[in-house]
């Protein structure tokens, strides 16, 4: 299969890549309008002064940046733009052995390989800009089983399944077509030092991002996914033992799964990466005049760290980790009379929870809260640094860090988790026909369910890739590519788990009415809803706490906001972005930056009216339709989801899910066409006759809008972002605007009801409007009316004499009719905005130009043939 990816952006001029950057300069006669869009001319930090004919010197370790990540223009004199081929080939072979050991024994074997290959524009993980580098990946995934049953009398059967399967997944990072050089390798001048000198055996250059007094911003990075691999062996075990006595039919059994997981994954960045944003003191003013000059805003480089020795291990980290569940069922199908059947039944789960396994040092960490001291706590300078020997760095256990299971001092389970035992799962259902006739069925059930796998997004992997088991240290503002060292340590970032979490569980309950008509017309009417509790969520413990007033921090004595002693106005400095605008002081727990903390607190609730028609034959067709009014509800979609206003009060975000549509309306028609079938002409009847017509007819309403405010210079009062308020009824208002730039535009809703908070708002003082009025998902977005139709036919085919063979010939359209289906629109408010003020749209140089314009629609109509051949 085919795909392809565009590439339509900016990259530096042929001069600018000769470090000329006389097209930014008016008074050059090298001038360029376009190319000065935007641009600084660069000024020596030595001298003060322009560089010679604006002409920057560069560094051979920028030249083998720039050769190997960033692409030669090809559109203009800045333009690139490109569509790679992003090839996806596909093939499985499978074998199955079946054997009769026994009239009452039977046994087969069977072993599938299903492998995949694609190539990935940009890298993948990495969000890079350009084609520079790609991502080859390899998926050769396998699969065994051995299924035996065995009858041991009429009423009783016994039915075992082993089986094995390995996800494997490999990555081979290479250059991308768009790569002068063809190379993602460090040339042999490479002079760069790594921090971390374990490092210097790495052969890929380090990621590099690079905007600000530039017309363009890039960033491009190898090394999220360099040298890649994952294997995700498993071993599943089941036994169900199926006996009938009477009016009843019992079944029960056990389940038992084993996974692991051996990863090679570099949340390390041991390549490195460089950021050049013209924020270093000594900037040129352009941030690829500053690369060219090694002027560099800073440089990250992380390793695997063995804190029981304080060494730095280097190169990329391994990940090697297990759980296991086993799960008891038993359940039983009662025929109570003809007219009525029960399906009565439970199962429970027990785990062991997701765990790291056979590594030194033991990287099964968490961090604890109630083992946090502030007396511990390191001090933070007046540069936002950690100042040593102030206290317990967060780079080995101690002062809420812990180290879990073996060598573990807290006591806790390897996975850091003390497994839920409360999963025992009741199942309940029922079928009664009223008439007797078989025509009409009244359907139910409720049941519970224990979703493992989601315990997966729970677990301690969510804290590997920071301390103590992952150094990653940032060097800021240095000149020099040869100047590279490890600066101070900033609070960090972690991933925490609660020690004790209930596993996610789901209910679901169901009641249906079904009823065959005259002429094969079956028509179903049900109510269909689950509840989730204890569903995944993440939430900050570190936010600094609503209602904050004045904190002591000495070392801010006598800056803005703070007096001469160090009592600070906390929100004050963080809502008008006063002196140093640092959050980490005034957080609950110093030292740390943001915590992270995955814990299973989420809810969701879904009701739906389902109703199902189904014509299964007469005159030639077959027609099925399916139609669902549904809602949703939950406080986030995704257990990574985090709004990004206020985790203490998670029940705000309490709407309409994410992924919710209200109305699906979905038509599946086959019609025999009649033409010719009966034609006395051979060549009618085999080449026109027998035809037959398909379809998929889709109608449902879109997914909802999130909308985002922010006042440019401003932060709320624990240092976060708001929401919009709304000045008047919010709604789908379709029309179109005359856009200045593209012309006619349909537009979705009126941006005029959209207004900024006001300034009040943004104090976090638990008034109501509190960082804005706006709840979540207020408005749907744009919906699908989709067709795709098919013409098909199936030839008998002469050939294998005494076989039954057909070549279908299949022509089938997608978006047949080819109308737009819009994706997505402009939903939001410039930051420019004033507060108070609507977010409207009010031309090309609005703050809020295109608001409310839709700006993206689906795939348009794709023809394609097919050929089949059966025999």
Same mark, same amino acid.
């Given at each position: 299969?085919?795909?392809?990816?565009?590439?339509?952006?900016?990259?530096?001029?042929?001069?600018?890549?000769?470090?000329?950057?006389?097209?930014?300069?008016?008074?050059?006669?090298?001038? !360029?309008?376009?190319?000065?869009?935007?641009?600084?001319?660069?000024?020596?930090?030595?001298?003060?002064?322009?560089?010679?004919?604006?002409?920057?010197?560069?560094?051979?370790?920028?030249?083998?940046?720039?050769?190997?990540?960033?692409?030669?223009?090809?559109?203009?004199?800045?333009?690139?733009?490109?569509?790679?081929?992003?090839?996806?080939?596909?093939?499985?072979?499978?074998?199955?052995?079946?054997?009769?050991?026994?009239?009452?024994?039977?046994?087969?074997?069977?072993?599938?390989?299903?492998?995949?290959?694609?190539?990935?524009?940009?890298?993948?993980?990495? #969000?890079?800009?350009?084609?520079?580098?790609?991502?080859?990946?390899?998926?050769?995934?396998?699969?065994?089983?051995?299924?035996?049953?065995?009858?041991?009398?009429?009423?009783?059967?016994?039915?075992?399944?082993?089986?094995?399967?390995?996800?494997?997944?490999?990555?081979?990072? /290479?250059?991308?077509? #768009?790569?002068?050089?063809?190379?993602?390798?460090?040339?042999?001048?490479?002079?760069?030092?790594?921090?971390?000198?374990?490092?210097?055996?790495?052969? +890929?250059?380090?990621?590099?991002?690079?905007?600000?007094?530039?017309?363009?911003?890039?960033?491009?990075?190898?090394?999220?996914?360099?040298?890649?691999?994952?294997?995700?062996?498993?071993?599943?075990?089941?036994?169900?033992?199926?006996?009938?006595?009477?009016?009843?039919?019992?079944?029960?059994?056990?389940?038992?799964?084993?996974?692991?997981?051996?990863?090679?994954? @570099?949340?390390?960045?041991?390549?490195?990466?460089?950021?050049?944003?013209?924020?270093?003191?000594?900037?040129?003013?352009?941030?690829?005049?500053?690369?060219?000059?090694?002027? *560099?805003?800073?440089?990250?480089?992380?390793?695997?760290?063995?804190?029981?020795?304080?060494?730095?291990?280097?190169?990329?980290?391994?990940?090697?980790?297990?759980?296991?569940?086993?799960?008891?069922?038993?359940?039983?199908?009662?025929?109570? @009379?003809?007219?009525?059947?029960?399906?009565?039944?439970?199962? $429970?789960?027990?785990?062991?929870?997701?765990?790291?396994? !056979?590594?030194?040092?033991?990287?099964?960490?968490?961090?604890?809260?109630?083992?946090?001291?502030?007396? =511990?706590?390191?001090?933070?300078?007046?540069?936002?640094?950690?100042?040593?020997?102030?206290?317990?760095?967060?780079?080995?256990?101690?002062?809420?860090?812990?180290?879990?299971? /073996?060598?573990?001092?807290?006591?806790?389970?390897?996975?850091? *988790?003390?497994?839920?035992?409360?999963?025992?799962?009741?199942?309940?259902?029922?079928?009664?026909?009223?008439?007797?006739?078989?025509?009409?069925?009244?359907?139910?059930?409720?049941?519970?369910?224990?979703?493992?796998?989601?315990?997966?997004?729970?677990?301690?992997?969510?804290?590997?890739?920071?301390?103590?088991?992952?150094?990653?240290?940032?060097?800021?503002? *240095?000149?020099?590519?040869?100047?590279?060292?490890?600066?101070?340590?900033?609070?960090?970032?972690?991933?925490?788990?609660?020690?004790?979490?209930?596993?996610?569980?789901?209910?679901?309950?169901?009641?249906?009415?079904?009823?065959?008509?005259?002429?094969?017309?079956?028509?179903?009417?049900?109510?269909?809803?689950?509840?989730?509790?204890?569903?995944?969520?993440?939430?900050?413990?570190?936010?600094?706490?609503?209602?904050?007033?004045?904190?002591?921090?000495?070392?801010?004595?006598?800056?803005?906001?703070?007096?001469?002693?160090?009592?600070? %106005?906390?929100? &004050?400095?963080?809502?008008?972005?006063?002196? +140093?605008?640092?959050? %980490?002081?005034?957080?609950?727990?110093?030292?740390?930056?943001?915590?992270?903390?995955?814990? $299973?607190?989420?809810?969701?609730?879904?009701?739906?009216?389902?109703?199902?028609?189904?014509?299964?034959?007469?005159?030639?067709?077959?027609?099925?339709?399916?139609?669902?009014?549904?809602?949703?509800?939950?406080?986030?979609?995704?257990?990574?989801?985090?709004?990004?206003? %206020?985790?203490?009060?998670?029940?705000?975000?309490?709407?309409?899910?994410?992924?919710?549509?209200?109305?699906?309306?979905?038509?599946?028609?086959?019609?025999?066409?009649?033409?010719?079938?009966?034609?006395?002409?051979?060549?009618?009847?085999?080449?026109?006759?027998?035809?037959?017509?398909?379809?998929?007819?889709?109608?449902?309403?879109?997914?909802?809008? =999130?909308?985002?405010?922010?006042?440019?210079?401003?932060?709320?009062?624990?240092?976060?972002?708001?929401?919009? !308020?709304?000045?008047?009824?919010?709604?789908? /208002?379709?029309?179109?605007? &005359?856009?200045?730039?593209?012309?006619?535009?349909?537009?979705?809703?009126?941006?005029?009801?959209?207004?900024?908070?006001?300034?009040?708002?943004?104090?976090?003082?638990?008034?109501?409007?509190?960082? #804005?009025?706006?709840?979540?998902?207020?408005?749907?977005?744009?919906?699908?009316?989709?067709?795709?139709?098919?013409?098909?036919?199936?030839?008998?085919?002469?050939?294998?004499?005494?076989?039954?063979?057909?070549?279908?010939?299949?022509?089938?359209?997608? @978006?047949?009719?080819?109308?737009?289906?819009?994706?997505?629109?402009?939903?939001?408010?410039?930051?420019?905005?004033?507060?108070?003020?609507?977010?409207?749209?009010?031309?090309?140089?609005?703050?809020?130009?295109?608001?409310?314009?839709?700006?993206?629609?689906?795939?348009?109509?794709?023809?394609?043939? #097919?050929? /089949?051949?059966?025999?």
């Amino acid at each position: 299969r085919e795909g392809s990816t565009i590439f339509n952006t900016n990259t530096p001029t042929l001069r600018m890549r000769q470090g000329d950057f006389s097209e930014c300069d008016s008074a050059s006669p090298n001038f !360029n309008a376009i190319a000065a869009s935007g641009c600084v001319v660069p000024i020596n930090p030595a001298t003060g002064a322009a560089f010679p004919g604006d002409i920057v010197p560069i560094d051979p370790n920028a030249q083998a940046i720039m050769n190997s990540l960033v692409p030669l223009p090809n559109n203009g004199i800045d333009g690139y733009l490109k569509a790679p081929s992003t090839p996806t080939d596909w093939r499985q072979e499978q074998i199955r052995v079946d054997q009769n050991i026994s009239d009452k024994t039977t046994v087969f074997v069977r072993f599938t390989q299903d492998t995949w290959t694609q190539s990935l524009l940009p890298a993948l993980w990495t #969000g890079s800009s350009y084609d520079t580098i790609a991502s080859p990946w390899g998926v050769p995934a396998k699969n065994a089983v051995l299924h035996l049953t065995h009858t041991f009398k009429p009423n009783l059967m016994n039915e075992f399944i082993l089986a094995y399967g390995n996800d494997v997944h490999f990555i081979r990072t /290479k250059a991308g077509p #768009g790569s002068p050089s063809g190379s993602i390798l460090k040339p042999s001048n490479w002079s760069v030092a790594p921090i971390f000198p374990i490092n210097k055996n790495i052969t +890929v250059l380090p990621g590099v991002s690079v905007g600000g007094g530039t017309p363009f911003s890039f960033s491009e990075d190898a090394s999220v996914d360099y040298n890649y691999n994952s294997t995700l062996p498993t071993v599943s075990l089941k036994d169900n033992v199926v006996y009938t006595r009477g009016r009843h039919t019992l079944k029960y059994g056990i389940f038992f799964l084993n996974y692991e997981d051996h990863s090679v994954l @570099n949340y390390t960045d041991a390549q490195g990466n460089f950021t050049f944003g013209a924020g270093n003191p000594r900037t040129t003013g352009n941030a690829l005049a500053d690369m060219y000059q090694g002027i *560099i805003d800073s440089y990250t480089e992380g390793t695997p760290y063995d804190y029981t020795t304080g060494t730095a291990l280097g190169g990329t980290g391994e990940e090697h980790a297990s759980w296991r569940q086993l799960e008891p069922y038993f359940q039983d199908d009662w025929k109570v @009379n003809p007219k009525l059947t029960l399906n009565l039944g439970a199962r $429970y789960t027990w785990n062991v929870m997701y765990h790291f396994t !056979n590594q030194h040092p033991n990287i099964n960490s968490d961090f604890i809260p109630s083992l946090w001291s502030l007396g =511990d706590a390191p001090q933070i300078d007046i540069n936002g640094y950690l100042i040593p020997g102030s206290g317990q760095f967060p780079t080995s256990p101690g002062n809420g860090i812990v180290i879990c299971g /073996k060598d573990g001092t807290a006591g806790l389970p390897s996975g850091c *988790i003390y497994p839920d035992r409360a999963t025992l799962a009741p199942r309940f259902g029922f079928a009664y026909d009223p008439t007797g006739n078989g025509k009409t069925a009244v359907r139910g059930g409720f049941g519970v369910y224990h979703d493992l796998n989601a315990g997966l997004e729970v677990s301690v992997g969510e804290t590997y890739g920071t301390p103590p088991a992952v150094l990653s240290p940032v060097a800021n503002n *240095i000149v020099g590519y040869q100047n590279i060292v490890s600066g101070p340590l900033s609070p960090g970032s972690f991933g925490a788990v609660p020690t004790r979490n209930a596993i996610p569980m789901v209910m679901q309950y169901n009641v249906a009415v079904q009823h065959e008509f005259s002429g094969n017309n079956l028509l179903s009417v049900g109510w269909v809803g689950t509840l989730g509790r204890h569903l995944g969520a993440q939430r900050n413990i570190n936010q600094i706490p609503v209602g904050i007033g004045i904190k002591n921090v000495p070392v801010l004595a006598g800056t803005d906001g703070c007096d001469a002693s160090g009592n600070c %106005d906390v929100q &004050n400095i963080l809502i008008n972005h006063l002196g +140093v605008n640092n959050a %980490d002081y005034f957080r609950p727990f110093r030292g740390f930056s943001n915590l992270r903390f995955y814990q $299973y607190s989420a809810v969701s609730d879904y009701n739906s009216l389902q109703v199902n028609f189904r014509h299964t034959a007469g005159h030639g067709i077959i027609f099925q339709t399916a139609y669902t009014y549904s809602h949703g509800i939950d406080t986030t979609t995704g257990y990574t989801g985090n709004h990004g206003v %206020d985790d203490s009060n998670l029940s705000r975000w309490r709407a309409t899910s994410d992924t919710n549509r209200t109305h699906v309306l979905i038509l599946n028609y086959v019609y025999d066409l009649p033409f010719f079938k009966q034609s006395s002409s051979s060549f009618l009847r085999r080449g026109l006759g027998g035809w037959k017509f398909s379809g998929i007819s889709s109608f449902y309403t879109g997914v909802p809008v =999130d909308f985002g405010c922010g006042h440019s210079g401003y932060s709320s009062g624990i240092g976060r972002g708001i929401q919009c !308020n709304t000045v008047g009824p919010l709604k789908i /208002k379709k029309g179109v605007d &005359n856009d200045p730039q593209f012309g006619p535009t349909p537009t979705w809703f009126d941006p005029s009801v959209i207004a900024q908070p006001l300034l009040s708002q943004l104090r976090a003082d638990g008034e109501p409007g509190m960082f #804005g009025y706006m709840g979540r998902n207020v408005l749907t977005g744009p919906g699908r009316n989709n067709w795709d139709l098919a013409l098909l036919k199936d030839f008998q085919a002469p050939w294998f004499s005494g076989e039954h063979s057909t070549l279908q010939f299949r022509l089938e359209t997608f @978006n047949t009719f080819n109308h737009p289906q819009w994706s997505s629109i402009n939903a939001g408010c410039g930051g420019q905005t004033p507060f108070g003020a609507p977010c409207t749209d009010t031309g090309l140089n609005s703050v809020n130009y295109q608001n409310g314009q839709v700006n993206g629609a689906r795939a348009p109509r794709l023809v394609q043939l #097919g050929l /089949k051949f059966v025999f």
